[in-house]
């Protein structure tokens, strides 16, 4: 459900009440509406194709996530004017065997370049009182142009966590910098590749939990990553393993294969402990007295952000490796 | 043995590794393993929970092949599994660590052929889980100790489940204590209580503990009296044999709803570790107070629903309490004299469980109820625990319009709309803390024996009378004498 309205945030949360007294009558006979709202999404999608991705992941998080989504487009001509358009929706579900229907709101704002810059103030009224406030920033456009015009930076101390996506950036120092930065003055950040690499880290901490090697007994540690320049994955991996095995000596490789994280050899005195990226979508692991396969867990952008927004506290892991 | 910290753990992001093991399950094909344990197992292997290498190895005097009880347990999890996710493919990967062994669990040669299936699968660690008759659990626990199953190779552990009741009264919870500890240590010994795994039970810890508003009111200065309530809408369904051996008190208000009154009314540990969290229960349990013989009249009442006897399996001059309501008070400086009243019964008129905390009322009563003149109501935090498990928080308000009349209003929480993931079965979670060794949400000796020392008062009346039964008809909310019992303190039951 959607409708047009104009641009005032005092107009868009009339028109949000009024399309729930709406739904709750059109809903009366049949179990009612439910108005779920755990925090305010905003999300700002890198140009009109992509918000139109968002749109649809951000109906599928709903469901975990019940928020006021704001999704905040680009104007599709790449104009630079200043003015604001904006339509409010809803998402709404049924649970299974429930009559009661479960809806969450949504705001799409779409802007000029100038307009980008005036926006954080129009969020302001627009946060759910007392919830926490994520901004997704999605693109690589963010780790280099935070300090021009239209850029996302007015809207960072909005959030209480912003969340990054750096794996199609070039240069992983530079991400890396620009997120140290950030957590530097006191945001909570988060970044999408760091996401990707819980299910290599868990099988990692498994062989741990299952005592295949003692921490202190591991001398060294070879990452090994594909791709014509290292990755920020392939350096928070190796952070990761410098963080938890102060003692050992960390090694970053260049592999063969595709970008990304190919393999982690572990040696001790004794042994040798290898994950290694095998084929459909599996991890390897051999040595210390083991070899079996391990499926890696899904890494759609659905199923990252579900991870990321479950975590609205300290993530003291992340933090350290961040900082490390 | 020294836990060592593993350096790769992330709390917030994935779980600690459940270890390589072997669950033998004695009463296999029994009601419980078909209906909680197996689904739940299996639904632990749909969520990756289980390790690369388990095995799982059933036992009961009916004579299979693995291949026979596969299949039957593939007809229960398919029948039982609470969500329906039945996947073809990973059935049959989980199937192929599920192996059987018939045998008489008084026959010694039973335990040798179970040592014998262990080492086949070559499982170091092994977890025994007692879904038998209680009636053989010590005879059990002797079997596994004169064959050494029980012990374990180095860094290896043996640990045991116990389903209740832990005995039947006192003495006889003692005495099993006893014959566990001859084989298994008690930090190896795992006392399962399903209702402590529920989610929203636990949770009653995380809404004290975890937010600053409640704990401030937590106290007999503005708590008026608790209630908790335990009702099904259906009799013993099939059950009749053992029911009428155990009854409500024994079957429910013991164990279950004595731990949910001790999660509601103890003391916050120091630090969330299991041993600190059940001293503060175990101390909360040992803090209530006893009931004198003289009392049990006025603070303890049985019921039974009309047709109970006529029940299959039935003594049809059975004494058995279908209903069971006390008034329990906790002699400790924050609840001195604060009511917990508890009462749990079959054939009531529908399913709930829920805790219901009424603070007091406004000193002065500034405003004219809505309602006719009637006094105000008072506040009510209700905590859900099923169906529906959510918090209410009931409060007056103002009625739309002139003048100032107050109405009863709601506001409510609902984990089902705020958390929109599956939340585990009991059974689920605590399998999985027995295997990891998280002994937390299980009930420990010294808790058992208190709550058994709380109630044994009401046994030992109940067992010397005989009662005017059945006393109240299916669909109804219990027996007259309850409402009279919680009415001599002027309160009222809760029965919407």
């Known amino acids: ?324 | 043995m020294t836990e060592i910290r593993n350096p790769f753990a992330d709390p917030l992001r994935f779980e600690r590794r459940v270890p390589e093991c072997a669950i033998v399950i004695f009463g296999a094909a029994g009601d419980l393993a078909k209906r909680k344990l197996l689904p739940a197992l299996y639904r632990l292997a749909y969520d990756r929970r289980l390790p690369a290498s388990f095995a799982i190895i059933g036992n009961s005097r009916t004579p299979m092949t693995d291949d026979d009880y596969r299949e039957r347990m593939r007809e229960a999890v398919k029948q039982f599994s609470e969500d329906g996710a039945f996947d073809e493919e990973l059935w049959k990967r989980f199937a192929a660590n599920l192996h059987y062994v018939a045998g008489d669990v008084k026959d010694a040669q039973l335990y040798l052929a179970l040592k014998e299936k262990v080492n086949e699968t070559q499982q170091k660690n092994v977890l025994f889980y007692l879904s038998t008759q209680p009636s053989y659990y010590t005879v059990i626990v002797d079997g596994i100790g004169h064959s050494h199953l029980a012990a374990a190779p180095e860094g290896a552990w043996r640990r045991l489940i116990v389903e209740k009741p832990f005995g039947h009264d006192l003495g006889s919870a003692k005495e099993l204590n006893a014959r566990i500890h001859a084989v298994f240590r008690e930090e190896d010994t795992y006392r399962i209580d399903h209702y402590l795994g529920k989610e929203t039970v636990q949770n009653i810890l995380a809404l004290r503990f975890g937010n600053g508003i409640f704990e401030p009111l937590w106290n007999r200065r503005y708590v008026n009296h608790v209630q908790i309530t335990a009702a099904e809408s259906i009799g013993v369904e099939g059950r009749g044999g053992y029911y009428q051996e155990a009854g409500a008190l024994r079957d429910m208000i013991q164990n279950h709803l004595l731990q949910v009154m001790a999660t509601v009314a103890m003391e916050p540990s120091a630090v969330f570790e299991p041993d600190a969290v059940r001293d503060e229960r175990a101390k909360l349990l040992r803090s209530i107070k006893i009931m004198r013989p003289e009392e049990v009249d006025s603070y303890a009442v049985a019921g039974q629903y009309k047709g109970f006897r006529q029940e299959p399996g039935v003594n049809p001059d059975a004494q058995t309490d279908t209903y069971a309501a006390g008034t329990f008070f906790v002699d400790n400086w924050r609840w001195a004299g604060v009511p917990f009243f508890i009462r749990t019964g079959k054939k009531l008129p529908r399913r709930v469980t829920d805790i219901a905390i009424q603070f007091n009322q406004a000193p002065l009563a500034l405003f004219a109820a809505g309602d006719g003149g009637q006094q105000p109501r008072p506040n009510l935090l209700i905590l859900r625990i099923q169906p529906e498990e959510g918090i209410s928080l009931l409060f007056l308000s103002k009625e739309p319009g002139s003048g100032m009349r107050l109405r009863p209003v709601s506001m409510d929480f609902n984990y089902g709309t705020s958390f929109g993931e599956r939340s585990p079965s009991a059974y689920e979670t605590l399998l999985v803390d027995a295997m990891v060794g998280d002994p937390t949400l299980y009930t420990r000796q010294d808790m058992v024996e208190a709550s058994w020392t709380v109630i044994q008062p009401i046994l030992e009346n109940w067992n010397n009378r005989r009662f005017d039964f059945p006393n109240y008809d299916p669909g109804t909310w219990g027996p007259g004498e309850a409402d009279a019992m919680i009415a001599k303190l002027g309160r009222q039951w809760r029965n919407s």
């Open chain 1, 1 to 324: 459900m959607a409708s047009a309205v104009t641009v005032q945030p005092e107009r868009i949360l009339k028109d949000l009440q009024q399309l729930w007294a709406q739904m709750a009558q059109a809903q009366a006979d049949s179990g009612g509406v439910l108005r779920a709202c755990a925090m305010t999404l905003v999300v700002a999608a890198e140009d009109t194709a992509d918000a139109e991705r968002v749109r649809q992941t951000v109906g599928v998080l709903m469901h975990n996530h019940p928020s006021r989504a704001v999704i905040l487009r680009p104007r599709g001509d790449g104009g630079s004017g200043a003015e604001l358009d904006a339509r409010i929706f809803a998402e709404c579900w049924k649970p299974f065997g429930k009559t009661q229907q479960i809806c969450s709101e949504g705001i799409e704002i779409t802007a000029g370049q100038s307009g980008f810059s005036e926006i954080a103030k129009f969020l302001v009224p627009l946060r759910v009182p007392d919830l926490p406030v994520v901004l997704w920033c999605r693109g690589t456009h963010v780790f280099t142009a935070a300090l021009e015009p239209g850029s996302l930076e007015p809207l960072f101390p909005l959030a209480d966590k912003i969340i990054f996506d750096s794996s199609r950036v070039p240069d992983a120092d530079s991400a890396l910098q620009f997120l140290r930065r950030l957590r530097g003055r006191g945001g909570r950040v988060a970044d999408l590749h760091w996401t990707r690499l819980t299910g290599w880290r868990e099988v990692l901490a498994h062989l741990f939990d299952d005592r295949a090697m003692q921490p202190n007994e591991v001398k060294t540690a070879q990452v090994t990553f594909g791709g014509p320049s290292v990755s920020t994955c392939a350096r928070y991996f190796a952070a990761w393993i410098r963080s938890a095995l102060p003692a050992a000596r960390v090694t970053l490789a260049p592999g063969d294969g595709a970008p990304g994280l190919r393999s982690m050899t572990l040696l001790t005195a004794s042994d040798k402990l290898t994950i290694a990226l095998g084929g459909d979508h599996c991890l390897e692991v051999s040595g210390a007295g083991r070899h079996y396969r391990s499926l890696l867990p899904s890494v759609s952008e659905e199923a990252l952000m579900h991870e990321e927004l479950g975590i609205l506290g300290p993530d003291p892991v992340y933090d350290r490796v961040l900082t490390a």
